[in-house]
């Protein structure tokens, strides 16, 4: 982890955008389509730490985008080209637009100075989205990514982030995956190497602090 005077520098509430990844009542609620995704997201107290940061970043002047992974009810534009995908169209739970499935679930907080940015296809909530048009916008250089999972949006999201130029942070204990040995793994040995990698107390002493930077008007 980063001494706290850089990571304080890399989280300036002015350039920084806090990204949750399909956290989502579909995917995270107690009627989840994955539920042992949403068991994992809540049990590891990941979801609570989401719900903290997010909050957070709303008091301290942080802009806050949810990514939030939706489908047609006729699946019209999904992907087929993948196990994952043909997994999903068979759920019992789809995560139709419109519908409660693709609501930003509970306890995480949508002020109306959210953004929320939808996605009909692919794996990432970056590549092929609004989502780094928005990020160069909004002024953004560091991208606070949380959500799920662990296995393939995040680090998506993470290596999509960085490819564009942007410094990802990961607070480790904000995102989750299955197994639940998977996520420590992962960030270990593959987001600790392109991410800074935090922890949501971190995050939230940097935006709280008196001497944090001055946010946006």
Not at 64 to 89: I, K, Y
Not at 167 to 196: E, H, K, Q
């Given at each position: 982890?980063?001494?706290?005077?850089?990571?304080?520098?890399?989280?300036?509430?002015?350039?920084?955008?806090?990204?949750?990844?399909?956290?989502?009542?579909?995917?995270?609620?107690?009627?989840?389509?994955?539920?042992?995704?949403?068991?994992?997201?809540?049990?590891?107290?990941?979801?609570?730490?989401?719900?903290?940061?997010?909050?957070?970043?709303?008091?301290?002047?942080?802009?806050?985008?949810?990514?939030?992974?939706?489908?047609?009810?006729?699946?019209?534009?999904?992907n087929?080209?993948?196990?994952?995908?043909?997994?999903?169209?068979?759920?019992?739970?789809?995560?139709?637009?419109?519908?409660?499935?693709?609501r930003?679930?509970?306890?995480?907080?949508?002020?109306?100075?959210?953004?929320?940015?939808?996605?009909?296809?692919?794996?990432?909530?970056?590549?092929?989205?609004?989502?780094?048009?928005?990020?160069?916008?909004?002024?953004?250089?560091?991208?606070?990514?949380?959500?799920v999972?662990?296995?393939?949006?995040?680090?998506?999201?993470?290596?999509?982030?960085?490819?564009?130029?942007?410094?990802?942070?990961?607070?480790?204990?904000?995102?989750?995956?299955?197994?639940?040995?998977?996520?420590?793994?992962?960030?270990?040995?593959?987001?600790?190497?392109?991410?800074?990698?935090?922890?949501?107390?971190?995050?939230?002493d940097?935006?709280?602090?008196?001497?944090?930077?001055?946010?946006?008007?």
């Amino acid at each position: 982890m980063p001494p706290r005077e850089q990571l304080a520098e890399q989280l300036d509430p002015a350039t920084t955008v806090v990204l949750t990844v399909e956290c989502q009542q579909g995917v995270v609620g107690p009627d989840s389509a994955l539920p042992q995704l949403a068991e994992e997201v809540l049990t590891s107290g990941a979801l609570h730490n989401i719900a903290r940061l997010v909050a957070a970043a709303h008091e301290a002047g942080v802009q806050v985008l949810h990514a939030v992974a939706e489908r047609r009810p006729d699946g019209r534009g999904a992907n087929s080209n993948a196990r994952l995908f043909r997994a999903a169209g068979r759920l019992p739970v789809q995560q139709h637009s419109g519908t409660t499935a693709a609501r930003i679930a509970p306890p995480i907080e949508v002020a109306d100075e959210d953004i929320v940015v939808r996605r009909l296809h692919g794996l990432s909530p970056i590549a092929g989205t609004d989502v780094d048009a928005l990020l160069r916008n909004l002024g953004c250089r560091t991208l606070v990514v949380v959500g799920v999972s662990a296995n393939v949006a995040i680090p998506n999201a993470v290596f999509d982030a960085v490819n564009l130029g942007y410094t990802a942070v990961v607070p480790s204990d904000a995102i989750a995956g299955v197994p639940s040995d998977y996520t420590p793994a992962m960030i270990r040995n593959t987001l600790a190497l392109v991410a800074t990698v935090t922890t949501t107390p971190e995050v939230l002493d940097c935006w709280q602090s008196p001497r944090r930077a001055t946010t946006r008007a």
